[in-house]
């Protein structure tokens, strides 16, 4: 039986077992859901993440468990679809009885997900892969915001890093490629607002559809510009493609991405062509065996399985066990929510997690990388 089955199947048996009262708890589990894109092109990413979440249940659940209750993941696959990630939020919540939610993916998916779904329903997510604006909203323009805790940086922190680079080496004519959805406008957004900062405007901007990237008109649009940086807020495919048609155009310029980029799989289909290309990340340095986190994730997981998604999916699993320690053996769900906002500068070793009663930042950490000889990953 696959994982996939077997988390199914894990997951049904659960359901039987729950207690009435409060959702996804007896007196000896807890139920968590989650939602992410496990097939389709980006479907690695979903997997990294669900195998770390997967490792960091199974590792408590040895010691003992949380306050003598084991940990049970039920993944769905939303396949990077908002329509998805919404019905499998439902499906979670009403159906499956999950008690809160963690490591979910992407911008569209957790701001509909957020809104129509496990905001509504008062449920808490800890932990996404995205940094866009809508989902650190103050609680007073959307009270769904609640009920998300962020542990990663946003997209304007990893654009402020990225351009303060740049203009740190002279370069001043930068143009942006990106996806037309909140992902790419996010980042747009963030890019344009850093230059600002440093009395300077965005020289070019080209939006690429998700779906049916016209990768063409892009490259043509921001060739002509005569950038000397391009800042790729999209995911990997497209971001492979479209360096490979500027490079056989004969452009140049320096290319950075954000994290989203999927570091492992844009380096391994770019091949050669990834040296010198700056990526942003949003957690520590994957291989810097100084930092307690870090050895722990790849002691867990194993080098050849260690992952940068795989890593912020360990951070996300972290920080919701502290949240269910804290919070009790009589557990509800807004004690979870209380424990999770004492989490202030919060260490998980190396890594800190802040949140409040009136936010839900998570982090600020951003550090630039750069591909090196033979694909390595260099600070």
Request: aromatic fraction near 8%; avoid cysteine.
């Amino acid at each position: 039986m696959d994982i996939l089955k077997w988390l199914a199947v894990a997951g049904s048996m659960m359901f039987s077992m729950l207690a009435h009262g409060e959702p996804g708890i007896d007196d000896k589990n807890i139920l968590i859901g989650m939602s992410a894109p496990l097939s389709g092109p980006i479907g690695s990413y979903g997997k990294q993440m669900q195998y770390a979440i997967q490792a960091g249940f199974e590792q408590v659940n040895q010691a003992g468990g949380i306050n003598g209750r084991k940990l049970q993941l039920l993944a769905l696959d939303d396949a990077y679809d908002s329509n998805r990630s919404v019905s499998n939020t439902r499906r979670l919540v009403d159906d499956h009885k999950v008690f809160a939610l963690v490591g979910y993916y992407g911008s569209n998916p957790t701001i509909d997900a957020m809104n129509q779904a496990f905001g509504p329903a008062r449920v808490p997510l800890v932990g996404t892969i995205s940094g866009a604006d809508p989902l650190r909203e103050a609680f007073t323009i959307n009270p769904n915001a609640r009920y998300l805790f962020n542990t990663r940086a946003s997209y304007a922190d990893e654009t402020n890093a990225i351009i303060r680079q740049l203009v740190s080496l002279g370069l001043k004519r930068i143009g942006v490629l990106y996806h037309n959805d909140n992902f790419g406008r996010s980042g747009l957004d963030g890019v344009s607002q850093a230059l600002k900062q440093h009395q300077l405007e965005l020289t070019i901007a080209a939006a690429i559809d998700r779906q049916n990237p016209d990768l063409s008109a892009a490259v043509g649009k921001i060739a002509g510009a005569s950038v000397q940086a391009v800042v790729l807020v999209a995911l990997h495919k497209p971001a492979v493609s479209f360096i490979q048609a500027m490079k056989k155009a004969g452009q140049y310029p320096m290319f950075v991405t954000l994290s989203p980029i999927g570091t492992e799989q844009f380096i391994a289909e770019l091949g050669k062509d990834a040296r010198g290309v700056v990526i942003s990340q949003v957690v520590p340095h994957l291989w810097n065996d100084t930092l307690p986190i870090v050895r722990d994730y790849r002691r867990l997981v194993g080098d050849e399985k260690a992952s940068y998604h795989g890593l912020e999916a360990y951070l996300m699993t972290r920080t919701l066990l502290e949240g269910l320690k804290r919070a009790g053996k009589d557990l509800t769900r807004e004690k979870l929510i209380s424990a999770l906002e004492s989490l202030n500068h919060f260490d998980l070793g190396g890594y800190r997690i802040d949140y409040g009663n009136k936010h839900r930042t998570g982090s600020r950490f951003v550090e630039l990388t750069v591909v090196g000889p033979d694909g390595k990953i260099l600070r």
